[in-house]
């Protein structure tokens, strides 16, 4: 089920899954599924950025494009801020 929520009201249990929208400032909304306790965040925008979380800092496992093609590409600017929302650390790519 997805919910939206903002990211400060965001909690998860010790293995529970969630999926979440969040809005950023400039108006578009975000797609997040977080699995294991935080331990793999899915960023889903115009790409999908995987991260697997070790430490309280989101490491970056892959990017893939609209065609979930794997590609590389810089992590824009608003997707630290996200994560340091959601109460980790920061990311790592």
Known sequence: MLRRQSAAEYRT???????????LEDGRTVQLEITGNRARIDVRLDRHWIFGVNDNV?????????NEQRV???????????LQRLGLEGADA
């Not at 989101?58 to 609209?66: G, S, T």
């Not at 590389?72 to 801020?81: A, G, R, V």
């Open 13 to 23: 249990g010790p293995s529970s899954g969630n999926e979440l929208s969040i809005d």
């Open 58 to 66: 989101a490491k970056l496992v892959m990017v893939l494009n609209e």
């Open 72 to 82: 590389d590409d810089d992590l824009p600017e608003w997707i630290e801020p996200l």
